[in-house]
RNA sequence: GGAGGGAUGUCCGAAUUGGCUAAGGAGCCGGACUUGAAAUCCGGUGAAGCCGAAAGGUGUGGGGGUUCGAGUCCCCCUCCCUCCGCCA
């Protein structure tokens, strides 16, 4: 979310970011309508109120002297009734305000580039390069059918489909891959473990933007008010939702498992075989809050993070700017980690890095103060995939796979494994 | 699931039958005393936050209601605590 103020005294370059992103349905003009007339009604209420604060302690006064104050009472019945209709008209305002404000995607920074959608995306950096077969290798889906490590069938039958069963190497490995990526980052790069609530509220959900405007896109508890985490960044970024720290506390870097939850409603059609786009996928997400001055260099810090697991793991992998049609609702920059697939024939996205500046931290309220007594201010907060395990999964079976069709252990998993082959 | 109790500043904790400015203490800041510190004493500060250029408004877990006026009365919700039941 923007701050007011900013959109009041910049709308030049709200609505630049707006054309930037390819968005036509929000109009700044009637955003400007509704906060003009939300600030003339609420200057009026207030000076109908400041009169009912100073006449109701008049009241008292007369009462506790015993003298007659019904005069004051009738005159002071009325001033509610207009104070009451005031609140009404500014709640309307407000609302239709909210509407146009919630919906306001971040601005993006001046580094990303302009751009419709994917085929946009600017390249950054290469990282080894793709494995040339010398046999006809295999899609993942074939090769963990074959092993029995991925069961489709069972998945749709006992759940539907994009939901799938892992099975002995297979199910073994997709723990050891989280455990090693949670390694690396708890031992290697500073970050303390967070397991957590795999369900949150509407408020957290807010907070971190999926909504109000991607509701379609989560799966929602029935009768109850709990969504299924669509990413860990939810529950991990609300942590601090309405908490003021000190700047001593920054940065906070918390690296936390999750399954994530996804309905994937607008892509019918889209992977469907595979384990490349399911509607449970397990993931380690890496989550910062940090002083505003230093976001952009932790960005490049945090996405070399994600990266490491890449190169430990030897995938070869590609590193791309989101172009502004690509980019998400609330982020500001992303870099996406993406890995070599050979039965895609190209990469495909296993992380996404993200700067959210103050966007995040202003609808969840999440601030510090530079130094006791100062005022609070906004903490910039980011977060990446450090990775999506089930597609780094589907990434291994594929680059690593041999012409008897087992699979290869990539080195820094066996001792998680305590096997070289999976046949 | 059932019964009961609770939520007020950074923390602890008051506030009569609804009415003046939401006590007091701890803390924090300044000072006195002291070689220095602690202790003590004096003074100050303190209700976050949010809106507002300001005046002012709002604000006692959240939302709504009654009232000229709500920490206080009524309704709904959330969370915490105790006990019973159930459960991994």
Known sequence: MLDLNFIR?????????????????????????LDQKRRDLLYKNEQLRHKRNITSDKIGELK???????????????????????????????????????????VPHEDVPVGED???????????????????????WELGTELDILDFD??????????????????RLERSLFNFMLDLHIKEH??????????????????????????????????????????AEVPVTNMHREEIMSA??????????????????????????GIIRQHQFNKVELVNFVDPEKSYDVLEQ?????????????LPYRVVTLCTGDLTFSAAKTYDLEVWMPAYDTYREVSSCSNFEDFQARRAGIKYRSEPGADSQFVHTLNGSGLAVGR????????????????????????????????
């Open 302 to 314: 945090l996405t070399k993070e994600a990266e490491k697991v890449l190169r430990l793991l030897e």
């Open 118 to 140: 994917e085929s946009d995306n600017r390249l950054q950096r290469e990282w080894g390069s793709p494995r040339e077969f010398d046999f006809d290798f295999k899609p993942h």
């Open 190 to 231: 500073g970050y303390d473990e967070v397991f957590p609530p795999f369900l949150a509220n509407e408020e957290s959900m807010f907070g971190t933007g999926q909504l109000p405007k991607f509701r379609e896109d989560m799966f929602k508890l029935e009768n109850t008010d709990y969504y299924l985490i669509p990413t």
């Open 392 to 423: 780094t999964l589907a990434a291994i079976l594929e680059n690593y796979q041999n012409e008897d069709g087992s699979i290869t252990v990539p080195e820094v998993l066996q001792p998680y494994m305590d096997q070289e082959i999976i046949d």
């Open 248 to 273: 001593a506390d920054l940065p906070l870097k918390y690296a936390a498992y999750s399954a994530c939850f996804r309905a994937e409603a607008g892509a019918h059609g889209r992977d469907t075989r």
């Open 154 to 171: 069972r998945g749709s039958k006992v759940a539907g489909s994009r939901l799938t069963f892992l099975k002995k190497a297979g199910a």
């Open 64 to 106: 506790r002297e015993g003298k007659d104050a019904s005069s004051l009472i009738k005159e002071m019945q009325q001033v509610a009734d207009q104070i009451d209709q005031y609140d009404q008209k500014l709640k309307e305002v407000e609302e239709q305000l909210e509407h146009i404000v919630h919906r306001i995607p971040n």
């Open 9 to 33: 005294e910049n709308k030049k370059q709200v609505q630049k970011a707006l054309d930037k992103r390819f968005i036509d349905d929000i109009s700044l003009a009637k955003f400007s309508e």
